[in-house]
């Protein structure tokens, strides 16, 4: 993740601006790639054999001339011409400058006094204790020390302030360091200094104290902290952007510019790098200590789990430079643990708020009585937009920091999610109940509908969940969708229902003409519903088109006709079958896809036709698998029109059900939103039957099946529907034939042409 992907509250780090004036790596000129090796004068003791013919100088009063008298010469060799010379063969120089010019050169900063103070620390290791008082060594030693100090100061004041000097000092104070930890390295390897009471003073560990100075830099640099800036971050999010930014920086200008001139032994990149790491480390331990804002724990997880490790130590600029480098992780994993468990707890809660908050100002829009927008010619609501939004960005947050962390906190966020799709959904419902008189009722329920889409689209598509966390995602929707559907569609059901009753009329011609007066309203009343989307239209047609077959089952299960021939039975069942197609071709035309119901109506009718037992089982076993919540009770209504039909075949059809019993369950509704109750006497007439039947019918002794039951107002055997299965079953252990119970009576219209029915008192309709 790059440094651009960091949210609002954490801005990128901004490129190295070299014209500030503060102090930055970044300000230094580009150097060549090679430093070169410090040559000094006196490094090796001369070769006595070629001096044997030259006049031998006193050593005391050579030393003695050495740190009084020596100037150095015009054309003697500087620092960078020295580089060339062998460094197993320096020549002495003619001339040492005093202590005191080697001092005036420090304090002016000219390290090429390092040179001639290194051969005078030479000579004086040297030096014979005949030719010098003990006191007088001591006194010149601690006159070298003193120049030393100067020195050292000197250097690694350049180095730890880089940028502040200029490219060639710069060199050389790396290449007097280089040379002072070889000095150590060989002092080490030799053992004490010759001249007896001479204190030691090497090792001097000036490349430990620069490493100390480099750590010193680095808690300044990094503990600065920078002005509160406009876009309002918090404290802790512009120390981390400083922090971050400035060990960048920094490190940066380290590989580009002061690695070129260091030996490798020095390891300059690394001591930079475990420097800064160690001060971020610090001052983020501190941090922690502290009470942190859900804000601050954010971003403090975002930069130890992810900037920091990805933006900038593997920068493509630093990552090479640190490689082998063990800098570890910004902090310990057990504290890094507790704070994404923090974090977690932090953004559900977040997200939570902000959900609810939104749905309480579209609750507000729906009892203002807003309008609700249109796009594209459809309802139209920002609700589901801004939910999806809100649970999107807290997974974004979460996998901003670590792609672990965004996986942990997916389920709960979508548990957030079902828990806020059930309140949606009761304040819907609370909506509808309350609302009704509002103007734009009608369109805030089809824009509440059409936000289904949406979440659905998102559930099934974009979060991969879980199937019973997906189950309960849907759920709310798919109630709220059905109760929408139910609102819309309340006004057209009512002007239907009267049309459907008039399915109760005795001859078949009324039905033809009342399913085109259905058809023909709710063809004119679908403009209704053109701004739901398109495939709400469709599911809405959908449920016309169940509507329409299950009242028209209904009301064929109602009609309580008994047709005793099979000719009459086939004409009804040609006539089922016409409108089962007309019902088809309507739906199908307007957008349902409701492809489950197109046997419904045309089996049933199969079921009237069929004459051979036979054959009806199978047609009824076949029905059973299309729709398993057929009963038997939806059985009987159908079987009852078939007068011609003895009890005994009734029972046998009716036992096919028992083995699809409890089979399956349906996967969409039909006969289980159809009631029918149990076909039996009234109670008037089945009194009267009572007495005529033998009193041995309750003793089990009856014989006979069939029942002829006294004539009716007009001498005709009038039976009606009793919706008390339970009873039907203890009273009439099998079905009356009908045939028998209805007698060819004129007067009665049961054996006519067009049938017979009997309306909804029970009385008999000729």
């Known amino acids: 993740m790059g440094l651009g992907r960091i949210p609002a509250s954490a801005q990128p780090l901004a490129p190295c601006d070299c014209s500030r004036p503060q102090f930055s790596l970044c300000a230094m000129d580009q150097q060549p ?110 006159e070298v020390e003193a120049l030393y100090a100067l020195l050292r100061d000197q250097v690694l004041g ?122 971020f480390a610090a001052q983020l331990a501190a941090l922690t200590q502290s009470e942190l804002c859900p804000r601050d724990t954010y971003m403090l997880l975002l930069w130890v789990q992810n900037l920091y490790p990805n933006d900038i130590l593997n920068s493509p600029k630093l990552s090479p430079e640190l490689q082998g480098v063990r800098l570890g992780t910004l902090l310990p994993p057990t504290q890094i643990r507790l704070l994404e468990a923090t974090f977690l707890s932090n953004e559900v809660a977040i997200v939570r708020k902000w959900m609810a908050r939104a749905l309480e100002l579209e609750s507000e829009r729906w009892t203002k009585d807003e309008a609700p927008q249109r796009l594209d010619g459809r309802c139209h609501s920002e609700l589901a937009i801004d939910i999806i939004q809100i649970i999107s960005q807290g997974q974004d947050k979460a996998e901003s920091i670590t792609l672990d962390l965004g996986t942990q906190i997916k389920p709960f966020l979508l548990e957030e999610l079902a828990r806020f799709l059930r309140s949606y959904q009761r304040a819907f419902d609370d909506f509808l109940e309350r609302c009704r008189q509002l103007r734009n009722y009608r369109a805030n329920v089809i824009a509440n509908i059409n936000n289904c889409l949406p979440f659905r689209t998102s559930v099934e598509q974009q979060w991969q969940t879980r199937p019973d966390l997906r189950s309960s995602l849907l759920r709310p929707l798919n109630a709220l969708q059905s109760r929408g559907f139910d609102t819309l569609l309340q006004s057209l059901f009512g002007d239907l229902k009267p049309l459907f ?106 079921i009237i036709r069929l004459q051979d037992p036979s054959a009806i089982k199978i047609e009824v076993a076949m029905y059973a698998i299309l729709y398993p919540d057929f009963s038997k009770d939806h059985l009987s209504a159908i079987l009852a029109i078939k007068g011609n039909l003895s009890s005994s075949d009734t029972k046998s059809i009716r036992s096919v059900l028992d083995s699809n019993t409890g089979a399956h369950e349906p996967s969409k509704a039909l006969f289980s939103l159809i009631k029918v109750g149990y076909l039996f006497p009234c109670p008037n007439l089945l009194r009267s039957a009572w007495r005529a039947w033998d009193t041995t019918l309750f003793r089990g002794c009856q014989t006979s099946t069939s029942v002829t039951a006294p004539g009716g107002p007009s001498g005709c055997c009038a039976f009606c529907c009793c919706c008390c299965p339970g009873l039907a079953k203890e009273w009439a252990p099998e079905p009356l034939e009908l045939e028998q119970l209805c007698p060819d009576d004129p007067s009665c219209g049961a054996g006519a042409v067009e049938g017979s029915s009997v309306d909804e008192s029970g009385a008999c309709m000729p």
């Open 33 to 142: 790639s090679s430093a070169p090796t410090l040559r000094v004068p006196g490094e090796v003791a001369p070769d006595r054999s070629k001096e044997a013919g030259k006049k031998k100088k006193n050593w005391k009063d050579r030393v003695t001339n050495f740190f009084t008298k020596g100037r150095k010469k015009k054309g003697q060799p500087s620092l960078a011409e020295a580089e060339g010379e062998p460094e197993s063969s320096p020549q002495p120089p003619a001339q040492v400058p005093t202590v005191e010019e080697l001092k005036a050169d420090l304090e002016r900063g000219r390290l090429e006094a390092a040179g001639p103070l290194l051969a005078l620390e030479l000579e004086l290791q040297e030096a014979s204790p005949g030719l010098a008082s003990a006191e007088e060594l001591v006194r010149r030693q601690s």
């Open 158 to 279: 350049l180095l730890r302030r880089p940028l502040e000097a200029a490219p060639e000092r710069l060199r050389q104070a790396l290449a007097v360091l280089a040379e002072q930890e070889r000095r150590d390295r060989a002092a080490a390897a030799a053992g004490p200094p010759g001249c007896p009471g001479l204190a030691a003073t090497r090792p001097r560990g000036w490349l430990q104290l620069w490493r100390d100075g480099v750590a010193q830099a680095a808690a300044e640099r990094l503990s600065r902290r920078p002005a509160a800036d406009a876009e309002g971050r918090t404290e802790a999010e512009r120390a981390f952007l400083h922090m971050g930014r400035t060990m960048k920086e920094d490190l940066e200008a380290v590989v580009e510019r002061l690695k070129p001139l260091s030996p490798a032994d020095f390891r300059v990149v690394a001591a930079y790098a475990e420097s800064y790491h160690a001060e």
């Open 501 to 606: 009753k008039r399915f109760m009329q005795p001859r078949w011609d009324a039905p033809q003409q009342t399913l085109e007066e259905i058809l023909s309203i709710v063809d004119k009343r679908m403009p209704e519903f053109s701004e739901l989307q398109d495939c709400f239209q469709e599911e809405l047609l959908e449920a016309v088109h169940l509507h329409l077959v299950k009242e028209y089952i209904t009301r064929l299960c109602k009609r309580r006709l008994v047709l005793k021939t099979a000719e009459q039975q086939q004409q009804l069942a040609g006539l089922v079958q016409a409108n089962a197609q007309h019902i088809q071709q309507f739906c199908a035309q307007n957008g349902s896809r409701a492809t489950w119901l197109h046997h419904a109506l045309p089996m049933l009718a199969e």
